[in-house]
């Protein structure tokens, strides 16, 4: 079974690149979700938070925007939480590998918006960016969240640069067109990924 790697800028439409993926019949690990399911009523991550961050938990539920809001723009205290949430990412991460790996798949793909950031990369064979231009970014991140001007700003600095991960990148998908182009460039990605496939050793079931 071979690795591919995922990931890119917040925004850049990684999201809906996993889910053309995943419907295509790859197994996919979502980070953001893992780090939700650690942070939700009963988490494994809660008590670690509720001491970094007291005001940020009530009643052991965790309100995301009030962290969000304490982290940004504090290197300490978003590294603090970093330190709580990506070991048991990683851990997960090792869970949903053995279980791809034992069920014969091809290819599992790792959908990590800090795979470059945290290493991850060292454990893909392949990697691909997902990527648009910067104004896109911007725009849908502001439409979708939320978020502050300058919120979204801090985030994307803590990001590696979109250049640094196109450049380390094996591919590039670019999503900045219209959802169906996006639907085309993944065809074309699955069927370069299918291309070196050996049946011999992996299936690819539903895939
Ligand atoms: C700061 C938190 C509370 C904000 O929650 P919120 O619901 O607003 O955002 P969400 O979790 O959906 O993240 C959205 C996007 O923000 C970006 N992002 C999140 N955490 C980080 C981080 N530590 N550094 C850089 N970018 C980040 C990613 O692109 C991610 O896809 C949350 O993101 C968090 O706990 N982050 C720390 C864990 C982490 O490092 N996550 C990154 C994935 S491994
Ligand atoms: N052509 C396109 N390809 C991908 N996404 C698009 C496209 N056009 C608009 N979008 C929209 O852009 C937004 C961001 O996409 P998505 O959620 O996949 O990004 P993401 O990289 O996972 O973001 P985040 O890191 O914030 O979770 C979504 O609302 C998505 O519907």
Redesign the pocket.
């Known amino acids: 079974m071979r690795v591919l790697g995922l990931t890119g800028?917040?925004?850049m439409g990684?999201s809906t690149v996993a889910r053309l993926l995943r419907g295509a019949g790859f197994p996919v690990f979502d980070?953001?979700a893992v780090?939700?399911a650690v942070?939700a009523p009963g988490g494994r991550a809660l008590p670690a938070i509720a001491r970094l961050v007291p005001s940020s938990v009530t009643n052991g539920v965790l309100d995301?925007?009030a962290?969000?809001r304490a982290?940004?723009g504090d290197p300490a205290l978003?590294a603090g939480?970093?330190g709580i949430?990506?070991p048991l990412?990683r851990q997960e991460r090792a869970r949903f590998l053995a279980r791809a790996r034992r069920s014969g798949h091809c290819w599992a793909v790792l959908d990590?918006?800090?795979l470059f950031?945290?290493g991850g990369d060292r454990a893909c064979d392949r990697v691909v960016v997902v990527s648009a231009p910067v104004d896109v970014q911007a725009y849908r991140v502001r439409r979708r969240?939320n978020?502050a001007p300058e919120q979204v700003k801090a985030?994307i600095a803590?990001?590696m640069p979109d250049r640094e991960k196109r450049r380390r990148a094996d591919d590039v998908i670019l999503t900045g067109l219209s959802r169906a182009d996006t639907t085309r460039r993944v065809r074309r990605l699955i069927a370069r990924l299918r291309r070196a496939d050996d049946p011999r050793t992996c299936r690819r079931k539903g895939e």
């Open positions: 800028g917040i925004g990684k980070a953001d780090v939700h942070q995301r925007a962290l969000r982290v940004i978003l939480l970093e949430i990506h990412v990590v918006p800090l950031e945290t969240r978020m985030v803590r990001q």
